[in-house]
C-alpha cells in the first residue's frame, strides 16, 4: 500500500492565555492519501481549524506544539522544517482556503495584487535564471480568475475586496489556494458565512476543481450533510481528539462512536421531527475532563472512561473508534 | 434517557472583569512602572510640604548666601539664582502640573461628552447643528495656538492657563463622542428602548457611554501626558504660573539664563517633566491595551 | 470624482470656520482689558501717537465698524500694520515666513523618518531587545516638549561638543545665495554655492530636530503598535500560508493598514510644528515668522496677532486636508463609501 501524503501523528497543540495553558488538541491523528478526499467533521471548537494552522505552520505566536507532535508530508516532518522549506511547501505543496472570506482578504490592497504577489513566489523557483515577466503573471492570474467563474476578470483584477460580494470573495481566496501545482486542498468549512444557493454554487465548484486536478482534499466542516456526498472517508473530532474514522459510507451506515451517533441523530430530516441534541458542551480546555473528554456527555459512559483515554480502536481496515465500548470489538494496536 | 444539566458556577461578571484588566495591564511591565512613578508623584505632591527638605522655597524666599550652589547632599538638586532649594521647587512644581491635568481633564471630559450625545442625538435639529458648529470652529486652530492665544489676552496665571487649555481641548471628545452618537444611534438596541418607553436621556448615556468608555478612558490618559507638555510650554514662556508659584515649565525657563554653568536650575525640573508625562504615556498605553485585549 | 467633492465641500466648510474664528480671535483682541494700544506702544508714547494710531486702526468705531474694515482689508491682501514696527504685516509675514516653512519642511522630514524607521524596526522584531530598547526611547522622547530638546541639544552639541551653532540661518560670513525660494538650502543647491548649503544646514539640524523628536518618536509609537496590532489579522496570516515572504508580508501588506492612522496624526502634528515653532525659533534666534507671531503675542500687538492666527489656521486646515486626502488615498474602504455614496 502507497505512503500516506500527510499524516499527522500525536500532535499535541496547546495556547497560553489569561487562565493558563489551554489544552486543544490532544493527541490527533489523520492520514490523507494521495488523490483522496477527506472530511473532518466537528462542532465548533472542536479544533479543526487548529489542527489545519498546525500542518500550514501558521498558528499564533502563544501556541505550544509538543515536541513528540509529527505532521509528515511526503514522510517529511512539517514541524521540523526550516524556513525554506516551509515556504516551499505552502507555494507548492499544500493550499489552505480560510472560513471567513472577508477577513482573510487584505482590506488596503486590490485582488490583483494580492494575487500578483502570489503568483510572483510561487513560480519563483520553478524556473530558475528565466526572468518572469510581468504580463505572465497577469495571464495566469486572469486563468486562475476564470477557472473559479468569477466574471470579469480584468475588473476583479482592480478591485478592492470591499467591492466583492461574499461569494465572490470566497471564489477569490479559492483562486488563490489554485495558484501553483498544489498536492493537498484544505478547504476551512467553505461557504460558512454565506447563504445557502451561493453555498451550494461554491460546492459544485470545489468538486470541480478537486476531480480536474487530481489533488487530495481534507474538507472540514461542522455540517454532516456537506461532507456525506463529497468526501471517501470522514474524521469526526471531539474537543481536539479523532473520535472516529469511517469510509463515508460505512460512517452514515454505522456510526459506532456515541458523539457520532448524536451528531448523526441531531440532523434534521425531511421525514419530520427535529431530532435530539447532545445535552451539555463542549469542555473547558483550560481544565479538560480527565480520560476520555467526551465522557460527562456520554450515556453510555463507564467507569474507565474517566481515567484514561481512549486510544483510536481497530473496527476493521478503515474504521476506527476512539471509545472503550469497542475496545472488545477490535483488534487491539 | 436521563438528562445531564450543567449547573455553570455563576461568577461576579463584573469583578472578573477588573481582574482580567488588570492581568492585562499588568503583563506590560512599562506600563506598570508607570502606574507606580505616578502614584509616587502623586505621593510627593500631596506629602510635599512635609517631605520637601525646605518648604519655604515654594514661596517667597530669599537666600543669597546659598544661591547657584550645585547639587550636594542638602541640596540634591542645587539652588537656584536666589539661593530657593530646587528639589523642594519640584516637589511643590508637581502639585502644580497634577492639579492642572486633573482639573483640565474632569472638566473636559465630562463636558465634552455630554456636548458630544447631545450633538449626535440632536444632529438633525438646531442644537446640534450649532454645538458641531462651535467644536469645529475651535478644532480649525491647534489647541497650543487657542491656549497661547487666550493666555496672552488674559492675566497669565494658572488658572487662566487652565482654562486656555480647557477651551481648546473639549472640542476633541465632542467630536469623538459625537461620530459614536451618530453611529449607534441608528442600532437596534437603542430603539428598541425608546419603544419600551425608557427616557431619552436614559437610553442615550447609558447605551453610548457603555460602549465608549474604552476609548474615553485611553484619550484621557494619552492626553494627561499632552496636556502636561503644553501646560510646561504656557508657563515657559511666561504665558502661565508667575513667580514665585513653583511651575516645572517656568523654573526650566528661569534656569536657560544661567546655563550651561548652572544646569542643575533647568535640568532638574526638565526632568520633573519627563517623568510625569511619560508615565502618563505608559499608562495610557496599558489602558489602550487593556480594551484591545477585552474586545479581540 | 467625487472624493475631490467632499474635499471642496470640507474646504469651503474649513473656510467658514476660519471666517468664524477671526471673529473670535478678532473679538477676543479687541475686547481685552486695558487700553491695548497704550500698552503695545508703551507708557512712553505721547498722547497724540497713541490717539494716531487709533484712529488709524478704527479703534474708536463700533467693533463692528473695525471689523468690516479688517475684514476688507484682507481681501485685499492688507493685513494692516504692525504697531511695534510699523511695517506692513503682510510685508513681515512675506519677508519671515520662508525660514519658518524651511525649518517645517526638515523637521517633517526629520519626524518622518524618525517615525517609520522606528516604528518599522520596533515592529519587525516586536517583544525583543531591539524593540523594547526602541519603544523606551520612543516613550521618553514623546514626553519631552520641543523646548527641552532644543535646551539639550544646545547644550550637548554647540556648547559641549561645539560642533553646531545656534543663532541664525547662517554663520556670519557666508553669503546667502541668491534667493529664488528663499528656503536658503535650496537656493544655495540651486544656485551650486554647496559651502552655503552646508552651513545652512548645519544651522537647521537643531532647531528641525527639536521640533520633530517629540511628534516623530509619537509617529513611531503608533506605527509601532498599529504593525503589532495587524500582525495577527487573519489575511496576514493568509498571506503567510500562501507562501509570501515574512519581509515582504511586514514591509507590503502590514505596513500598509498599520500607517493609516499615523498619517493623519503625522498631518496634524506637522502643522503643530508651526505652532511650536513659537518657542524654538525665539530661542534659536530663527527670523521666522514663528518668532515675528511670538513677539506679537507677547507685545499684544493686535494686527500681528491676528494675521498670524489666521495664517496658522489655514496651515492647520491644510495639514486637515492633507490628512483626509491621505486616507482616502491609503484605505479604499473609506474611498469607495464616499464614492458610492456619492
Given at each position: 500500500?502507497?505512503?500516506?501524503?500527510?499524516?499527522?501523528?500525536?500532535?499535541?497543540?496547546?495556547?497560553?492565555?489569561?487562565?493558563g495553558?489551554v489544552?486543544?488538541?490532544?493527541?490527533?491523528?489523520?492520514?490523507?492519501?494521495?488523490?483522496?478526499?477527506?472530511?473532518?467533521?466537528?462542532?465548533?471548537?472542536?479544533?479543526?481549524?487548529?489542527?489545519?494552522?498546525?500542518?500550514?505552520?501558521?498558528?499564533?505566536?502563544?501556541?505550544?506544539?509538543?515536541?513528540?507532535?509529527?505532521?509528515?508530508?511526503?514522510?517529511?516532518n512539517?514541524?521540523?522544517m526550516?524556513?525554506?522549506?516551509?515556504?516551499?511547501?505552502?507555494?507548492?505543496k499544500?493550499?489552505m482556503?480560510?472560513?471567513?472570506?472577508?477577513?482573510?482578504l487584505?482590506?488596503?490592497?486590490?485582488?490583483?495584487?494580492?494575487?500578483?504577489?502570489?503568483?510572483?513566489y510561487t513560480?519563483?523557483?520553478?524556473?530558475?535564471?528565466?526572468?518572469?515577466?510581468?504580463?505572465?503573471?497577469?495571464?495566469k492570474?486572469?486563468q486562475?480568475?476564470?477557472?473559479?467563474?468569477?466574471?470579469?476578470?480584468?475588473r476583479?483584477y482592480?478591485?478592492?475586496p470591499?467591492?466583492?460580494?461574499g461569494?465572490?470573495?470566497?471564489?477569490?481566496?479559492?483562486?488563490?489556494?489554485?495558484?501553483g501545482?498544489?498536492?493537498?486542498?484544505?478547504?476551512d468549512?467553505?461557504?460558512?458565512?454565506?447563504?445557502?444557493?451561493?453555498?451550494?454554487?461554491?460546492?459544485?465548484?470545489i468538486?470541480?476543481?478537486?476531480?480536474?486536478?487530481k489533488?487530495?482534499m481534507?474538507?472540514?466542516?461542522?455540517?454532516?450533510?456537506?461532507?456525506?456526498?463529497?468526501?471517501?472517508r470522514?474524521?469526526v473530532?471531539?474537543?481536539?481528539?479523532?473520535?472516529?474514522?469511517?469510509?463515508?459510507?460505512?460512517?452514515?451506515?454505522?456510526?459506532?462512536?456515541?458523539?457520532?451517533?448524536g451528531?448523526?441523530?441531531?440532523?434534521?430530516?425531511?421525514?419530520?421531527?427535529?431530532g435530539?441534541?447532545?445535552?451539555?458542551?463542549?469542555?473547558?480546555?483550560?481544565?479538560p475532563?480527565?480520560?476520555?473528554?467526551?465522557?460527562?456527555?456520554?450515556k453510555?459512559?463507564?467507569?474507565?472512561?474517566?481515567?484514561?483515554?481512549?486510544?483510536?480502536?481497530?473496527i476493521?481496515?478503515?474504521?476506527?473508534?476512539?471509545?472503550?465500548?469497542?475496545?472488545?470489538?477490535s483488534?487491539?494496536? | 434517557?436521563?438528562?445531564?444539566?450543567?449547573?455553570?458556577?455563576?461568577?461576579?461578571?463584573?469583578?472578573?472583569?477588573?481582574?482580567?484588566?488588570?492581568?492585562?495591564?499588568?503583563?506590560?511591565?512599562?506600563?506598570?512602572?508607570?502606574?507606580?512613578?505616578?502614584?509616587?508623584?502623586?505621593?510627593?505632591?500631596?506629602f510635599?510640604?512635609?517631605?520637601?527638605?525646605?518648604?519655604?522655597?515654594?514661596?517667597?524666599?530669599i537666600?543669597?548666601?546659598?544661591?547657584?550652589?550645585?547639587?550636594?547632599?542638602?541640596?540634591?538638586?542645587?539652588?537656584?539664582?536666589?539661593?530657593?532649594?530646587?528639589?523642594?521647587?519640584?516637589?511643590?512644581g508637581?502639585?502644580?502640573?497634577?492639579?492642572?491635568?486633573?482639573?483640565?481633564?474632569?472638566?473636559?471630559?465630562?463636558?465634552?461628552?455630554v456636548?458630544?450625545?447631545?450633538?449626535?442625538?440632536?444632529?438633525?435639529?438646531?442644537?446640534?447643528?450649532?454645538?458641531?458648529?462651535?467644536?469645529?470652529?475651535?478644532?480649525?486652530?491647534p489647541?497650543?495656538?487657542?491656549?497661547?492665544?487666550?493666555?496672552?489676552?488674559?492675566?497669565?496665571?494658572?488658572?487662566?492657563?487652565?482654562?486656555?487649555?480647557?477651551?481648546g481641548?473639549w472640542?476633541?471628545y465632542?467630536?469623538?463622542?459625537?461620530?459614536?452618537t451618530?453611529?449607534?444611534?441608528?442600532?437596534d438596541?437603542?430603539r428598541?428602548a425608546?419603544?419600551?418607553g425608557?427616557?431619552?436621556?436614559?437610553?442615550?448615556f447609558?447605551?453610548?457611554?457603555?460602549?465608549?468608555?474604552?476609548?474615553?478612558?485611553t484619550?484621557?490618559?494619552?492626553?494627561?501626558?499632552?496636556?502636561i507638555?503644553?501646560?510646561?510650554?504656557?508657563?515657559?514662556?511666561?504665558?502661565?504660573?508667575?513667580?514665585?508659584?513653583p511651575?516645572?515649565?517656568?523654573?526650566?525657563?528661569?534656569?536657560?539664563?544661567?546655563?550651561?554653568?548652572?544646569w542643575?536650575i533647568?535640568?532638574?525640573?526638565?526632568?520633573?517633566?519627563?517623568?510625569?508625562?511619560?508615565?502618563?504615556?505608559?499608562?495610557?498605553?496599558?489602558?489602550?491595551?487593556i480594551?484591545?485585549?477585552?474586545?479581540? | 470624482?467625487?472624493?475631490?467633492?467632499?474635499?471642496?465641500?470640507?474646504?469651503?466648510?474649513?473656510?467658514?470656520?476660519?471666517?468664524?474664528?477671526?471673529?473670535i480671535?478678532?473679538?477676543?483682541?479687541r475686547?481685552m482689558?486695558?487700553?491695548?494700544?497704550?500698552?503695545?506702544?508703551?507708557?512712553?508714547?505721547?498722547?497724540?501717537v497713541?490717539?494716531?494710531v487709533m484712529?488709524?486702526?478704527?479703534?474708536?468705531?463700533?467693533?463692528?465698524?473695525?471689523?468690516?474694515?479688517?475684514?476688507k482689508?484682507?481681501?485685499?491682501?492688507?493685513?494692516?500694520?504692525s504697531?511695534?514696527?510699523?511695517?506692513s504685516?503682510?510685508?513681515?509675514?512675506?519677508?519671515?515666513?520662508?525660514?519658518?516653512?524651511?525649518?517645517?519642511?526638515?523637521?517633517?522630514?526629520?519626524?518622518?523618518?524618525?517615525?517609520?524607521?522606528?516604528?518599522?524596526?520596533?515592529?519587525?522584531f516586536?517583544?525583543?531587545?531591539?524593540d523594547n530598547?526602541?519603544?523606551?526611547i520612543?516613550?521618553?522622547?514623546?514626553?519631552?516638549?520641543?523646548?527641552?530638546f532644543?535646551?539639550?541639544?544646545?547644550?550637548?552639541?554647540?556648547?559641549?561638543?561645539q560642533?553646531?551653532?545656534?543663532?541664525?540661518?547662517?554663520?556670519?560670513g557666508?553669503?546667502?545665495?541668491?534667493?529664488?525660494?528663499?528656503?536658503?538650502?535650496?537656493?544655495?543647491?540651486?544656485?551650486?554655492?554647496?559651502?552655503?548649503?552646508?552651513?545652512?544646514?548645519?544651522?537647521l539640524?537643531?532647531?528641525?530636530?527639536?521640533?520633530?523628536?517629540?511628534p516623530?518618536?509619537?509617529?513611531?509609537?503608533?506605527?509601532?503598535?498599529?504593525?503589532?496590532?495587524?500582525?495577527?489579522?487573519?489575511?496576514?496570516?493568509?498571506?503567510?500560508?500562501?507562501?509570501?515572504?515574512?519581509?515582504?508580508?511586514?514591509l507590503?501588506?502590514?505596513?500598509?493598514?498599520?500607517?493609516?492612522?499615523?498619517?493623519?496624526?503625522?498631518a496634524?502634528?506637522?502643522?503643530?510644528?508651526?505652532?511650536?515653532?513659537?518657542?524654538?525659533?525665539?530661542?534659536?534666534?530663527w527670523?521666522?515668522?514663528?518668532?515675528?507671531?511670538?513677539?506679537?503675542?507677547?507685545?499684544?500687538?493686535?494686527?500681528?496677532?491676528?494675521?498670524?492666527?489666521?495664517?496658522?489656521?489655514i496651515?492647520?486646515?491644510?495639514?486637515?486636508?492633507?490628512?483626509?486626502?491621505t486616507?482616502?488615498?491609503?484605505?479604499?474602504?473609506?474611498?469607495?463609501?464616499?464614492?458610492?455614496?456619492?
Amino acid at each position: 500500500m502507497s505512503k500516506p501524503l500527510l499524516e499527522i501523528k500525536g500532535l499535541h497543540v496547546g495556547f497560553k492565555v489569561f487562565e493558563g495553558i489551554v489544552k486543544v488538541l490532544d493527541g490527533v491523528n489523520i492520514k490523507v492519501w494521495p488523490f483522496e478526499k477527506v472530511g473532518i467533521v466537528g462542532e465548533t471548537g472542536c479544533g479543526k481549524t487548529t489542527t489545519i494552522k498546525a500542518i500550514m505552520r501558521i498558528l499564533t505566536g502563544n501556541s505550544l506544539v509538543t515536541p513528540k507532535s509529527e505532521i509528515l508530508f511526503e514522510g517529511k516532518n512539517i514541524l521540523r522544517m526550516n524556513k525554506s522549506e516551509i515556504e516551499q511547501i505552502r507555494r507548492n505543496k499544500i493550499a489552505m482556503v480560510f472560513q471567513d472570506p472577508t477577513s482573510s482578504l487584505n482590506p488596503v490592497f486590490s485582488v490583483g495584487t494580492q494575487l500578483n504577489d502570489i503568483v510572483k513566489y510561487t513560480y519563483k523557483e520553478n524556473k530558475p535564471g528565466e526572468k518572469k515577466l510581468k504580463e505572465d503573471f497577469k495571464q495566469k492570474i486572469m486563468q486562475i480568475l476564470k477557472k473559479v467563474y468569477l466574471p470579469d476578470p480584468e475588473r476583479m483584477y482592480q478591485s478592492y475586496p470591499i467591492q466583492l460580494s461574499g461569494g465572490m470573495r470566497q471564489r477569490v481566496c479559492i483562486a488563490m489556494a489554485l495558484i501553483g501545482r498544489k498536492e493537498l486542498l484544505i478547504f476551512d468549512e467553505p461557504g460558512t458565512s454565506l447563504d445557502v444557493t451561493i453555498k451550494d454554487q461554491i460546492f459544485r465548484l470545489i468538486i470541480q476543481i478537486i476531480s480536474e486536478r487530481k489533488t487530495s482534499m481534507i474538507l472540514i466542516s461542522h455540517n454532516l450533510g456537506d461532507v456525506k456526498n463529497v468526501v471517501e472517508r470522514v474524521y469526526v473530532m471531539y474537543a481536539g481528539y479523532i473520535a472516529e474514522v469511517a469510509k463515508t459510507k460505512e460512517f452514515f451506515d454505522n456510526p459506532l462512536h456515541p458523539y457520532s451517533k448524536g451528531l448523526l441523530l441531531a440532523t434534521p430530516k425531511l421525514s419530520g421531527g427535529i431530532g435530539e441534541g447532545i445535552s451539555g458542551h463542549i469542555p473547558n480546555y483550560a481544565n479538560p475532563p480527565k480520560g476520555c473528554r467526551f465522557h460527562p456527555r456520554c450515556k453510555y459512559r463507564m467507569l474507565i472512561c474517566s481515567e484514561k483515554k481512549p486510544p483510536l480502536f481497530n473496527i476493521n481496515d478503515s474504521h476506527q473508534v476512539a471509545c472503550f465500548l469497542f475496545q472488545n470489538r477490535s483488534n487491539c494496536k | 434517557m436521563s438528562k445531564n444539566i450543567y449547573i455553570q458556577k455563576k461568577t461576579s461578571k463584573k469583578w472578573e472583569n477588573i481582574q482580567r484588566s488588570w492581568y492585562s495591564f499588568s503583563r506590560n511591565r512599562l506600563s506598570v512602572i508607570g502606574l507606580i512613578v505616578i502614584l509616587l508623584v502623586i505621593f510627593i505632591a500631596i506629602f510635599a510640604p512635609y517631605i520637601s527638605p525646605s518648604p519655604e522655597s515654594a514661596g517667597l524666599y530669599i537666600n543669597f548666601s546659598g544661591a547657584n550652589q550645585p547639587p550636594s547632599l542638602s541640596n540634591l538638586c542645587g539652588t537656584d539664582g536666589i539661593g530657593r532649594d530646587v528639589l523642594s521647587r519640584i516637589f511643590f512644581g508637581f502639585r502644580i502640573s497634577l492639579f492642572m491635568v486633573i482639573v483640565v481633564l474632569a472638566l473636559v471630559a465630562p463636558f465634552g461628552v455630554v456636548m458630544g450625545v447631545m450633538a449626535g442625538y440632536f444632529h438633525n435639529n438646531l442644537i446640534g447643528i450649532i454645538i458641531m458648529r462651535i467644536t469645529d470652529m475651535l478644532l480649525a486652530i491647534p489647541p497650543l495656538l487657542l491656549a497661547l492665544v487666550i493666555c496672552s489676552t488674559l492675566n497669565p496665571n494658572v488658572v487662566n492657563a487652565m482654562i486656555a487649555i480647557s477651551i481648546g481641548w473639549w472640542p476633541w471628545y465632542c467630536r469623538l463622542i459625537y461620530g459614536y452618537t451618530i453611529s449607534i444611534k441608528g442600532e437596534d438596541y437603542v430603539r428598541s428602548a425608546e419603544v419600551i418607553g425608557a427616557s431619552n436621556i436614559h437610553i442615550l448615556f447609558k447605551e453610548i457611554l457603555r460602549n465608549c468608555l474604552s476609548p474615553i478612558l485611553t484619550k484621557m490618559s494619552l492626553d494627561a501626558g499632552v496636556i502636561i507638555l503644553i501646560a510646561s510650554m504656557i508657563s515657559f514662556i511666561g504665558l502661565g504660573a508667575q513667580p514665585p508659584t513653583p511651575d516645572l515649565g517656568s523654573m526650566v525657563a528661569d534656569g536657560c539664563k544661567y546655563l550651561p554653568e548652572l544646569w542643575w536650575i533647568s535640568v532638574f525640573p526638565a526632568f520633573g517633566i519627563l517623568i510625569t508625562a511619560l508615565s502618563f504615556n505608559l499608562i495610557g498605553d496599558g489602558i489602550g491595551k487593556i480594551f484591545m485585549k477585552v474586545r479581540g | 470624482m467625487e472624493i475631490i467633492k467632499t474635499i471642496w465641500k470640507k474646504t469651503i466648510y474649513s473656510l467658514i470656520v476660519l471666517i468664524g474664528l477671526s471673529i473670535i480671535t478678532f473679538s477676543m483682541a479687541r475686547l481685552m482689558p486695558g487700553n491695548t494700544i497704550r500698552m503695545a506702544l508703551g507708557s512712553r508714547a505721547p498722547e497724540w501717537v497713541v490717539e494716531k494710531v487709533m484712529k488709524e486702526n478704527h479703534l474708536d468705531e463700533s467693533i463692528y465698524k473695525q471689523y468690516y474694515y479688517w475684514f476688507k482689508n484682507i481681501l485685499h491682501g492688507d493685513l494692516g500694520s504692525s504697531w511695534l514696527t510699523g511695517r506692513s504685516v503682510m510685508e513681515d509675514i512675506k519677508k519671515f515666513f520662508p525660514a519658518t516653512l524651511e525649518i517645517a519642511i526638515y523637521a517633517i522630514i526629520f519626524m518622518g523618518i524618525l517615525g517609520l524607521l522606528s516604528g518599522v524596526i520596533a515592529g519587525w522584531f516586536a517583544d525583543s531587545w531591539i524593540d523594547n530598547i526602541i519603544r523606551v526611547i520612543a516613550y521618553m522622547g514623546s514626553s519631552v516638549p520641543s523646548y527641552i530638546f532644543a535646551i539639550f541639544f544646545m547644550l550637548i552639541f554647540s556648547y559641549k561638543l561645539q560642533i553646531l551653532p545656534t543663532i541664525g540661518r547662517l554663520s556670519s560670513g557666508v553669503i546667502p545665495p541668491p534667493a529664488i525660494t528663499h528656503l536658503i538650502t535650496i537656493d544655495a543647491l540651486l544656485a551650486g554655492d554647496f559651502n552655503a548649503f552646508f552651513d545652512a544646514l548645519k544651522h537647521l539640524i537643531l532647531p528641525a530636530t527639536a521640533l520633530g523628536m517629540q511628534p516623530g518618536t509619537s509617529a513611531g509609537r503608533l506605527i509601532r503598535a498599529g504593525i503589532v496590532g495587524n500582525a495577527g489579522k487573519d489575511y496576514i496570516i493568509a498571506a503567510k500560508s500562501y507562501g509570501i515572504p515574512d519581509k515582504l508580508i511586514m514591509l507590503k501588506y502590514v505596513l500598509k493598514p498599520s500607517i493609516i492612522p499615523a498619517a493623519s496624526i503625522f498631518a496634524l502634528s506637522s502643522a503643530c510644528i508651526f505652532v511650536e515653532a513659537f518657542i524654538i525659533e525665539g530661542m534659536f534666534n530663527w527670523p521666522g515668522f514663528a518668532r515675528y507671531g511670538m513677539n506679537a503675542l507677547l507685545s499684544k500687538d493686535l494686527n500681528a496677532i491676528s494675521a498670524v492666527i489666521l495664517i496658522v489656521g489655514i496651515l492647520y486646515i491644510l495639514a486637515n486636508i492633507i490628512a483626509d486626502l491621505t486616507v482616502f488615498w491609503l484605505d479604499p474602504r473609506i474611498g469607495i463609501n464616499i464614492r458610492s455614496e456619492g
